[in-house]
Each structure stands twice: as C-alpha cells, then as structure tokens.
C-alpha cells in the first residue's frame, strides 16, 4: 500500500470507497452553496452540512480534526481557509469558501467551492473564476504529466493567464497546499500551486490527491487569526479557495468529489474521465 516515500497507494475497491466519500462531500457542498444568501449564518450552514452528512450515514473529517470545532469550514472575503462557523451573517457581495470533508468505513474525501454572493464585484466573481479554472487546470494535468510539478506549473500557468484576461493581480497562497488522501485527511505528497525546481513524486495509478488553488486579489501573504485556524490574508485581499479529491488510475483520472466525476470541465481540456 505505500511506497518509497509513503505514499498511501490504493487498490481500485478502496477508491470505490472513497468516491462514496466523495459523493457525500458532492452533495454537501451543493446544499451548502444554494443555502449560502445574504441573511443566512455560517452556523446555519454548518448545521445544514452536519445533517446532510448524517444522513449518509458518514462522519464530518473536520470535527474534532486536531481540535477543529465544526463539521465544516466557511471564510469570508479575506479569509483564505479554515474558518470557524461562529454565527457570522453573509451579506450580499460576499466571498465565500465552503471546505468539506467525509468519512466513509474509514477512507475520507475532501473538496472545497468558493462563491461570490447576490451583488458582488466583478473582480470577485473573476476571482472565483480564475480559481476554479486553475484547479481544473492542475487536475487535467494529473491525466497528462509525470511528476506532481506538473501539476504545479498547470495551477500556476492557468492563474497568469486568468490575471492577465481579466487586468488583475492575483497573489498564490503557498504557505498552504494540497495534499495526498485516504485512511487520513492529509498525507503525503504535498501538491503544490506553484513552479519550485523540486519535480515532485512520480504520478502513479493508486494515488488519490486533492488539489486545492488558494488564490487572493492582492499579495499571497497570509496570517492566523486569534483562534488559531482561521487563515487571513494579510493585506485585507478578498480571496477564493477550489478544491477535488482525485484518483490516478490505471486508463486515467477520476474526481471522486465531482458528481459527474469531472468529465463536464475535464472533456473541454481534452482529457476523458476514466471511473473505477
């Protein structure tokens, strides 16, 4: 099951696994971005992924994780990623950024959406947009490199291109990045969003990632609030967070987390999902 760097190699039955996982986490993130309006509370959202989570009979991965109070986490505007539900009301124009995970006979999936509530700027909406496009980037390059950088340099390449169609600056967040999944929520390899003159792990059949972009309107600096989890950026930037569990398999790739498994946004890079 793992290799030489401990990696967590999986057969095709446990992926099978996983993508019950990841179809959970699917339908939870869809309730959750058509309950997310201006008026509604981020409590209220937690409460709502809570239940559509218990209702499939599996576990939240993030409630309890190292501490984590909630079963899922929301940030809003400049905040990057993990923030708590605490009550805080939307408002119209919000950013905001729903990560979820699930746990299914022990095997997780995680996934993320970020949107961008009734009123918004364009310039957060181009920001979403250029987000979600850079890890369907970074997800087609799973089906077509040879090493993790290549899904690096994909994520990188795609945000200039989405700043520079758009006139806008965009600042990548690298203190945090994907990540290998399976018996745990994180593992190895890291998955990076940007070029480093590291290749990375050799793409092989039996990993499972997540990719998760993590971009901001202004510099790529960022810092922890007072909780100690709630991931700020430092310049007050609005920024957006996309994220998919994928499986490498033998005749291709699958997005265990996409109820289509990816082919809708997969087939227009050129590249055919391939399920277990």
Not at 58 to 79: H, I, K, M, Q, R
Not at 120 to 136: H, S
Not at 205 to 218: D, F, K, S, Y
């Amino acid at each position: 099951m793992f290799g030489r760097e401990r990696i967590e190699y999986k057969t095709p039955e446990q992926v099978l696994v996983m993508r019950r996982a990841g179809l959970v986490v699917a339908d939870a993130l869809s309730a959750l971005e058509q309950a997310a309006r201006p008026g509604v509370s981020t409590s209220d959202l937690d409460r709502l992924a809570a239940t559509v989570i218990g209702d499939h009979g599996a576990t939240p991965s993030f409630l309890g994780y190292d501490g984590f109070p909630a079963t899922v986490c929301v940030s809003v505007n400049d905040e990057v990623i993990h923030g708590i539900p605490r009550g805080r009301v939307l408002a119209e124009g919000d950013v905001v950024s729903i990560d979820c995970g699930a746990i299914v006979d022990g095997w997780h999936a995680d996934a993320a959406r970020s949107l961008v509530l009734e009123g918004g700027a364009a310039a957060d909406i181009n920001l979403v947009q250029a987000t979600e496009d850079a890890l369907w980037a970074g997800i087609a390059a799973l089906a077509t490199g040879t090493r993790l950088s290549d899904v690096a340099n994909a994520v990188e390449d795609s945000i200039e291109a989405s700043a520079a169609a758009h006139g806008a600056r965009y600042g990548i967040v690298e203190e945090y990045v994907g990540h290998g999944i399976g018996t745990e929520m994180h593992q190895p390899p890291d998955v990076l969003n940007y070029r480093t003159r590291e290749r990375g792990a050799k793409l092989r059949p039996g990993m499972c990632l997540a990719i998760e972009p993590m971009i901001t309107r202004g510099e790529q600096h960022t810092q922890v609030c007072e909780d100690d989890w709630t991931v700020v950026t430092s310049d007050g930037s609005r920024a957006a967070h996309w994220e998919h569990t994928v499986a490498i398999g033998e005749s291709g790739i699958w997005v265990l987390t996409a109820h289509d498994g990816g082919s809708a946004r997969l087939a227009p890079l050129g590249v055919q999902v391939a399920p277990f």
